[in-house]
């Protein structure tokens, strides 16, 4: 996993992530750090801690279609709108079967199958 995220100001200055609470706002930067190479965050309660945040911020994120759940993971829905790993430092996520029950867009977003 990267030990750097980039963030696409299209999404941060977006009216929908300017709406979200500053809870919201700093879990997801959280999650996005913690975020293997494809977006899978597997531990969200590690960005918790970190944040000291509670729950009520990730269902925000979930139900203002910011994260994807899949088979209790969250998924970064914007992550390929954000970082563009380079293939020499490319890990492919070991959560295949999760993330074949997705695909991305034209605008670089996963959406569920």
Same mark, same amino acid.
């Given at each position: 996993m990267a030990k750097r *995220?980039? /963030?696409s100001i299209d999404v941060i200055e977006s009216l929908? /992530? *300017?709406r979200l609470s500053p809870e919201a706002k700093a879990i997801y930067f959280g999650l996005m #750090? $913690? #975020?293997d190479d494809e977006g899978v965050v597997v531990n969200h309660s590690i960005a918790l801690c970190? =944040?000291?945040i509670d729950e009520r911020a990730v269902n925000e994120l979930v139900d203002k279609e910011f994260l994807l759940i899949v088979d209790d993971m969250y998924i970064v829905k $914007?992550?390929?709108?954000h970082n *563009?790993? =380079?293939?020499s430092k490319f890990t492919e996520s070991m959560f295949r079967t999760e993330l074949s029950k997705l695909y991305v867009?034209? *605008?670089k977003e996963y959406e569920l199958l």
């Open positions: *995220r980039c /963030f929908p /992530f *300017r #750090a $913690h #975020a970190l =944040q000291d $914007h992550w390929y709108m *563009r790993v =380079q293939p867009n034209e *605008r």
